[in-house]
């Protein structure tokens, strides 16, 4: 177990070096090196009980070790689980037929899915979040400086930046908001909060539309590049679109969680203001 631990963290700290921590080459490489590890240098009853328990440990010693906070252990979590569980199974299977040979194979085959993963460009995406308007005036509550409630979505309840204060108002071309954010505060020992705040700037300004572009964001940045907030409202509705690309890989996790993630912060807004 310690030598699988020591593994994940030399990769962690090499690919940490080379920036490269946001992408398939760390979400899938670690808990491959993980299983890898264990396969080549342990003889447990069953790999794959071996491998979850250290990728658990591994988990829990990532907060207080690397200054990691608790959303990205959760999302990060069940990818490290799911491909130690994998690892595991195959090489259970292998033991069992007297062979462990084709673990190096598969390990290389997942880092090579994880450096075309990082040849790709990052996408683009868009959410869009329609509901009933409350009776309120919109565009007078989108020209005021915000006002903003507890989040009542279980995922962003999770730890996600909640905004506590903004001040700026108007809606011509150029009038800004800066709005505050709870601090970031990670599980490393000793880690003071990080203060979190986001500049918007009104781009655009149409009858029953204004949108709104990311002029500076310290909130999300390091977990995907908000671009937009484009509101629209009339016949009764308030619609909250947001522009983002997303940084993380690999695509096939993260893009339908980032966009998740992204439906539930419209909806906010949308009930925010409308």
Known sequence: MVTALFAALLLYRVLHAGHLEQTALFYLGLPAVIAVTVILTARPRTVTGLIMAVITVGLALAGPLLGEGIVCLVFAAPLFYFIGLVFGLIADGLRRRGTNAVA???VLLTLAGGGA???APPRDGEVTVSVPASGRDVERALA???RFG???SPLLRLGFPRPVRAAGEGLRSGDRREV???PRRSLGIGAAPEPRSMTLGVKKRAPGRVTFSVVRDTTLARWLDLREAEFAWGGGRITVTLRYRRTFDPSWYFGPLQR????EAAAYLARTFG
């Open 144 to 146: 005021a400086a915000p």
């Open 180 to 182: 505050v954010f709870t």
């Open 260 to 263: 998740y993630a992204l439906g």
């Open 104 to 106: 190096v194979p598969l």
């Open 117 to 119: 993963e990082l040849a």
């Open 150 to 152: 507890a989040f009542d």
